[in-house]
């Protein structure tokens, strides 16, 4: 199975550090990694290789936990441990912050744009999730203070094609938000994980939502409409999300994130074992209970934890991954031929 799974290249990213997540820009040509040592690099490809193309390094005080490219891909967000979020914005291969978000008690884990571009989420470990909207010049204001979780909030991310947010927590749940009559309202609490849940991701259609935890398995949910052929029970004009798949017995620690790829429906994931593994789903399992197949098992990935994994957007097969050996990898999944 690690035929399936081969290193392109190795770089040491944030040396004497953790690299701690990636993010591809939406054109596929710029990898984001940010780390410990309270930088941001931006890695851009130039012949066989990978290369720095800019340093982000006078934006924060702390560790920087996350980064995310906004739709358009001339915005850089990065959600910092100094209670930050910083706006940089790109002309050609400069990068200037342009904003910084405050408001946050402590600690930023995770920032993401809606698809929109025009709302972007926080959440720290002050327990908050905030939605801020962005107008044309470039002003954020906070519209609206999400209070669901009773622990720290881990990550946040938005459904692919509606403005729909995401968010996982040191409390064993996963929460869904979306606007009602000017303010944002949480609309499902998704339960079901034993121990912390680290990372979620959507699947292409938006459909359905992988979630990742300490735990060491990957739920799998799906989203039911109100009047569903299945005859899921929904409240009112919310859709239902249920649990149709558990992956168990794979990861043997923490799984710290999943990634889905967009274009051939692989799921990737980031485990505390400094494995990464690579699942699809059987061809000829009922949608309504799918069950997924491990393709690929790449044991020592990193040297250590393995943070973060990121599908690229444009290219199938093409993954990248960090790790708290401040190492950033790129890999080539090939599927197999049986799947």
Known sequence: ????????????????SHCWFLAWDPSGTLLASCGGD????????EGDGWVCK???????????????????????????FDATTCIWK???????????????????????????????????????VWVWEVDEEDEYECVSVLNAHTQD???????PNQELLASASYDDTVKLYREEEDDWVCCATLEGHESTVWSLAFDQSGERLASCSDDKTVRIWHQYKPGNEQGVV??????????????SGFHTRTIYDVAWCRLT???????????IRIFEEEPLSSPQQPTF???????????????????????????????????LAFWKYQRPEVC
């Open 1 to 16: 199975m690690k035929d399936s799974l081969s290193l392109l290249a190795r770089i040491p990213a944030h040396p004497d």
């Open 38 to 45: 309270r930088s941001v690099r931006i890695w851009g490809k």
């Open 54 to 80: 800019s340093v982000l390094g006078e934006g924060h005080q702390r560790t920087i936990r996350k980064v995310a490219w906004s739709p358009c891909g001339s915005y850089l967000a990065s959600a910092s």
């Open 90 to 128: 790109k002309s050609q291969d400069e990068f200037e912050c342009v904003t910084t978000l405050e408001g946050h008690e402590n600690e930023v884990k995770s920032v993401s744009w809606a698809p929109s571009g025009s709302l972007l989420a926080t959440c720290s470990r002050d327990k908050s």
């Open 153 to 159: 909030v881990k990550h946040v991310v938005w459904h």
């Open 234 to 247: 929904c409240s009112g004009a919310d859709p239902s999300w249920k649990c149709i798949c558990t992956l």
């Open 265 to 275: 429906g692989a799921l990737a994931t980031a485990c505390g074992d400094d494995a």
């Open 293 to 327: 197949a491990l393709t690929a098992h790449m044991p020592r990935a990193h040297s250590q934890d393995v943070n973060c994994v990121a599908w690229n957007p444009k290219e199938p097969g093409l993954l990248a991954s960090c790790s708290d050996d401040g190492e």
